[in-house]
């Protein structure tokens, strides 16, 4: 009869003694490159955003219309998506760095409840705006299909991109800076 011990035992010297091939470390590695950056898919969008207000976090109202004259990034997320947690720093970094070029973003969330964002966004140190996701300004937006999504609207509240799965600071700059260049 085989013990647990000598089943992992085992198992260890048959993964010690283990060569792969080249097509295994390859489809490893592309295994691990999408696990930390996942495919997105960027549409070119052109409609113009309905004016949408929402109350933030915090308490405050907002609505799109305020926003006027900056480039927004609206991201539509969940602290259960993993994807939405891995993007959260990167967005908030290039937040930091564009904010006072006329950058903002604001991010809704799909979660049940308005507590369980703000501790999040207090744990972690997010200092962008967040709101509840409501289903009317949902509709402004568009079709949200997968988490996460993103928008980014001109400063004349025209929706130019639609980003459905995970940003990341270079795809954020591909995308705002030359908005930003647009006066």
């Given at each position: 009869m085989m013990t647990q011990d000598t089943f992992i035992r085992g198992i260890w010297q048959r993964a010690r003694n283990w060569r792969p091939d080249i097509w295994t470390v390859l489809l490893l590695a592309a295994i691990v490159?999408?696990?930390?950056r996942p495919p997105a898919w960027?549409?070119?969008?052109?409609?113009?955003?309905?004016?949408?207000?929402?109350?933030?976090?915090?308490?405050?109202?907002?609505?799109?219309?305020?926003?006027?004259?900056?480039?927004?990034?609206?991201?539509?997320?969940?602290?259960?998506?993993?994807?939405?947690?891995?993007?959260?720093?990167?967005?908030?970094?290039?937040?930091?760095?564009?904010?006072?070029k006329g950058f903002e973003i604001v991010a809704l969330s799909q979660d049940d409840g308005a507590e369980v964002v703000a501790r999040f966004?207090?744990?972690?140190?997010?200092?962008?705006?967040s709101a509840m996701a409501d289903p009317v300004v949902m509709t402004g937006l568009g079709e949200v299909s997968r988490l996460p999504t993103s928008f980014v609207i001109d400063r004349d509240g025209v929706i130019r991109h639609k980003i459905s799965g995970q940003v990341h600071y270079a795809r954020l700059q591909d995308l705002v800076e030359p908005l930003l260049k647009l006066q």
């Open positions: 490159y999408v696990w930390f960027v549409s070119d969008e052109n409609r113009v955003v309905p004016d949408r207000a929402f109350t933030l976090i915090n308490g405050q109202s907002l609505n799109l219309a305020q926003l006027r004259g900056k480039v927004v990034l609206v991201n539509i997320w969940a602290t259960w998506c993993p994807y939405c947690r891995h993007e959260m720093p990167a967005m908030e970094a290039f937040y930091r760095d564009y904010r006072n966004m207090s744990e972690k140190g997010y200092t962008f705006p």
